[in-house]
């Protein structure tokens, strides 16, 4: 039996479905906060509990997620004291990736919509497992690929060795580890390193440009100096429609129910790694249409003649590419943010960008920051301030005060946080429909 400490956690959510799908048995436990990633183990049987000590016991394999040690938690602490095996979340992964040939997608932006594209085309056409960070997670012993999200956060990704990796753009995040954007680059040199077949990589991001590989490499963008290049690309109301070129040679015509140049950006890493494996580019294209996105990703409800995002954007650059997607969607509507800082460190880096971004909104209302593994002891001048007081018209919220939306018409409401929002977002839509 395989006890996950911390199995809510979004990539430990999808490691227990996909073990559960191989036919091992699996349980965890977490906090008693309800989280959407818990929906795919619930929907499977897999019994999750609530942190106690007494959950752990001889004859158990402890999978521990990174949020937890024996310091913050009681658990953990005592599978060491029986002397218990355990393995991060990131070994465990890399143990069943060697069983199938695995492609792993990295990036600071966009790896988990492009894991969900892949592993939705892949899966139409020949079968694929996937391991995605949105909580998702599938596999059979009989598909040859498996599809993993690879995140780069102390970097978890080096313990994985796949025979493609997919590398969507290098920026500098988790400032809370890497000191700066040439230690991100190092990682990833690290990363690209560990891959045996070709690395398929966005060629029109400056930093992915600086890995060096002494294997095949493929770049795909919208610069004519990439390998891939899409062409007469149309941004409208409906979608995103281009031509793909390979090597100068025009392949095909694609469309896309999604919005947003980094969403076609991930499309030509698919399309790119299926053509490469040599799959029917038809096909590939019939199921780039039906492809609805990832969970929490510009996910949508409609409320009078409100729609309601919920979004994980949290970075500068998630930020403006969740903003000028819901541009491209809704031109006659009003663009609304309700944003929450994610992380002191972060916050403090990266404020002044935020504020440009969130200044493209017609209204922004700020929450206070979410320190995730951040204390505000430590960060006593930090707070939501340092952006909301540089944005004109900014207003503040939090979770118990849906009505300062309520007078909100005609708009897209924005909700971006890599927390969930859910409660604000249900309380929202109440007031709204009564």
């Not at 040939?101 to 020949?126: D, E, F, P, Q, Y």
């Not at 000191?179 to 390193?193: G, H, P, R, T």
């Not at 540089?390 to 309520?406: S, V």
């Amino acid at each position: 039996m395989y006890h996950f400490i911390g199995i809510k956690g979004s990539g430990m959510s999808s490691l227990a479905q996909i073990m559960d799908s191989l036919g091992m048995e699996v349980q965890g436990s977490d906090v008693s906060k309800h989280f959407f990633t818990e929906e795919g183990l619930i929907e499977r049987g897999i019994k999750i509990y609530e942190f106690n000590p007494e959950n752990i016991k001889e004859g158990l394999i402890v999978v521990q997620g990174n949020a937890y040690n024996e310091t913050n938690n009681e658990e953990v602490k005592r599978a060491k004291e029986l002397n218990l095996k355990i393995l991060s979340y990131q070994d465990m992964v890399g143990e069943i990736s060697k069983m199938f040939n695995t492609i792993c997608i990295a990036g600071c932006h966009g790896k988990t919509t492009t894991t969900a594209m892949l592993s939705h085309v892949l899966n139409n056409i020949t079968g694929c497992n996937y391991l995605i960070g949105d909580g998702t997670g599938y596999a059979n012993k009989n598909n040859k690929y498996f599809a993993l999200e690879s995140c780069e956060y102390k970097r978890h990704f080096l313990s994985y060795k796949p025979s493609y990796s997919i590398i969507t753009n290098i920026e500098l995040d988790h400032v809370d580890y890497y000191k700066d954007i040439y230690d991100v680059v190092d990682a990833y040199q690290s990363f690209i390193n560990n891959t045996s077949k070709c690395a398929i990589v966005c060629g029109d991001d400056e930093n992915t440009r600086k890995l060096k590989f002494d294997k095949k490499i493929i770049y795909y963008g919208l610069s004519e100096e990439n390998n891939v290049v899409a062409k007469n690309i149309n941004y409208s109301e409906d979608g995103t429609s281009f031509d793909v070129y390979i090597d100068n040679t025009y392949i095909n015509n694609f469309h896309l129910k999604l919005y947003g140049k980094h969403m076609l950006l991930n499309s030509l890493a698919v399309i790119t790694l299926c053509y490469l494996e040599g799959l029917d580019l038809d096909k590939v294209k019939e199921h780039l249409i039906t492809f609805k996105g990832a969970k929490r990703r510009f996910t949508e409800i409609k409320v009078k003649d409100n729609i309601i995002v919920d979004d994980y954007a949290h970075h500068p650059t998630e930020v403006l590419a969740t903003i000028n997607s819901a541009r491209q969607k809704y031109p006659n509507k009003n663009i609304v943010a309700v944003f929450e800082p994610h992380t002191f460190t972060r916050t403090i880096k990266f404020h002044k960008e935020l504020i440009e971004v969130l200044k493209k909104c017609d209204q922004v209302y700020i929450m206070d920051i979410y320190g995730a593994r951040e204390k505000q002891e430590d960060y006593p001048n930090v707070t939501y301030k340092i952006i909301a007081d540089e944005i004109e018209g900014a207003q503040t919220i939090n979770r118990d005060e849906a009505f300062k939306l309520k007078d909100l018409n005609n708009s897209v409401i924005i909700f971006m946080s890599p927390n969930d929002l859910s409660k604000l977002e249900n309380d929202y839509i109440k007031l709204k429909q009564e």
